[in-house]
């Protein structure tokens, strides 16, 4: 009888605890910007202060509701409550969420907001963190704001805090992306007097700094005295140079580059990316044959093309008059699987009537709808889809169901409707 008793009382309280919890779940998860609010009215100033002893279950729900209620008569309460949410133990913004909180506050527009919430933090003796000071960073990297971002760094040791190299990569980022090459590296100068190293970020962002504007030997030389202080680079860093070699036209030192990741091999061996960017570079080059034996070589090492390869190769090789070597290359890839039948043919049939040869891509289309491929792709060439219909019409070649429906229905979408009842007119 003791037994049950005791059992009942077990079962009751665990009835009743689990019930106290659901009231507090419930409670926690409908957390409003209504609540946040109301709160923060009734306590005046000390906005972090009564945030923290709120105890909110935070989420971009939440989050976006603070912010659009505070917009745009309370933006400086709202960009407070958004750095706040930035660090909460629960809570991590996305980069949607940043993305948000600028365009709502127009921060671009609008930058001396940053400033007028660093401003109260010091006016009212706030706790700041470098964390916190790390989300405006990112709020500044969102906005693309390069000077501003170097007044926030220069802001950091107002509040005692030391700067760290995650900071500085950013705002050196932000400079580099703005084309001031020479402000980027006056700032990877400054690291070292205070006490900061350039890493492997600093220099994969100023190698591709370099690159952007054109300046291919000092982005060579950096690569060089990388290697030579100890930071190993990896594939972003040699596909950032290998890119900048390519669009500025440098194929040699690009093919150089190339040979030289490939005997690295592991981290910095080229992936499809990277061979992809040099073939496309030899293709625009008139070097579609050359470009080949590069398809050739990532084969080779177990990296199959994808459909951006093959096209820019069938593309280049029919430019070139290369038409029997297109064929080859369309079976090659088909046969291996890295490509579809759907894909190779379709981008055939437009690089040939780009290039005026109508009759030939048409021969090419039949191949292709006999062998039972639909050319759905041929959707993202409407002008040369309807070119072709008008080709096989004055042949008086028709097309038999299903495919008449299939082309049918890729040249609705061009607006021809004369040619769609030409083409389906029995």
């Excluded at 019930?19 to 957390?31: A, D, G, K, V």
């Excluded at 105890?55 to 409550?81: E, M």
């Excluded at 990112?138 to 220069?154: S, W």
């Excluded at 190293?197 to 060579?220: E, H, Q, W």
């Amino acid at each position: 009888m003791t037994t049950l008793s005791s059992i009942s009382r077990f079962l009751s309280s665990s009835v009743r605890l689990q019930n106290h919890n659901l009231s507090i779940s419930r409670f926690s998860t409908t957390t409003s910007a209504e609540t946040v609010l109301n709160h923060l009215h009734r306590n005046g100033g000390k906005i972090e202060k009564t945030l923290d002893s709120m105890r909110l279950n935070l989420d971009a729900k939440c989050v976006s509701q603070v912010l659009q209620r505070c917009y745009p008569t309370q933006s400086q309460l709202g960009l407070r409550f958004f750095i706040w949410a930035g660090v909460h133990s629960s809570y991590r913004h996305s980069y949607f969420m940043f993305s948000k909180a600028c365009d709502l506050y127009k921060i671009r527009e609008n930058p001396s907001l940053i400033f007028d919430v660093l401003e109260a933090y010091s006016v009212e003796g706030c706790s700041v963190s470098v964390k916190m000071f790390k989300i405006l960073f990112n709020v500044c990297k969102e906005a693309k704001l390069a000077d501003e971002a170097l007044r926030v760094l220069r802001k950091m040791p107002e509040f005692g805090l030391r700067e760290d190299n995650v900071v500085y990569n950013v705002v050196i980022r932000l400079f580099c992306e703005k084309g001031d090459l020479d402000m980027a590296e006056s700032l990877v100068k400054e690291m070292s007097e205070v006490e900061l190293y350039p890493d492997l970020i600093t220099y994969m962002v100023m190698i591709k700094g370099f690159c952007n504007v054109g300046r291919l030997d000092d982005a060579s030389g950096l690569f060089k005295f990388m290697e030579e202080n100890g930071c190993v680079p990896n594939v972003v860093v040699y596909s950032a140079l290998l890119d900048g070699f390519c669009r500025f036209g440098d194929m040699e030192r690009a093919l150089t580059l190339l040979k030289e990741m490939e005997k690295e091999g592991g981290d910095c061996g080229p992936n499809v990316v990277t061979y992809t960017t040099v073939i496309q570079c030899l293709c625009n080059k008139h070097r579609s044959v050359e470009a080949l034996l590069v398809l050739d070589r990532m084969e080779a090492r177990g990296c199959l093309p994808n459909r951006v390869t093959v096209s820019t190769l069938i593309t280049g090789l029919v430019k070139e008059d290369q038409v029997e070597q297109a064929y080859k290359l369309v079976d090659r890839v088909v046969e291996s699987g890295s490509v579809t039948k759907t894909d190779c043919y379709s981008t055939f049939v437009v690089s040939l009537e780009r290039v005026g040869r109508p009759e030939e891509a048409e021969k090419v289309l039949r191949t292709m709808l006999n062998s039972g491929v639909k050319p759905n792709s041929l959707q993202r060439h409407l002008v040369e889809a309807a070119e072709l219909a008008r080709v096989m019409l004055s042949k008086g070649i028709k097309l038999k169901a299903p495919y008449v429906d299939i082309i049918s229905e890729v040249l609705v979408k061009s607006g021809d409707e004369e040619l769609v009842k030409q083409l389906t007119r029995n």
